[in-house]
């Protein structure tokens, strides 16, 4: 591998309708910020509020570049819904013409 891109993962309510779940996906790539979004309905188990859960949510995967990842988990943050999201980002190794993609 050559370069590198940046994923951010978030989780966005499972009862959220998948064209919604589309819709914010799409406007984050058409910001300029993401290079491709994929989503997908993942269980999750967690505590919340001294309870465990357990629900359905859309786990939300981004892929960007190093200059644009703070300005893109800003984005995140602000439109997301829940009060606390869940927002990682991560440094992946990548094929130098997949890094220039993205980097376009």
Known sequence: MDGNVWVVQTTLPGDWPEPLVGQWAFELVETGLAACVQRNLVKSV?????????????R????????KVRELTSMVSESHPYDTPQILAWKADSTTEYTSWVEG
Do not use: F, H, P
């Open 60 to 67: 939300v995967q981004i892929k960007t570049s190093k200059s």
């Open 46 to 58: 967690y505590r919340w509020e001294g309870q465990i859960e357990e629900s359905q949510e859309w």
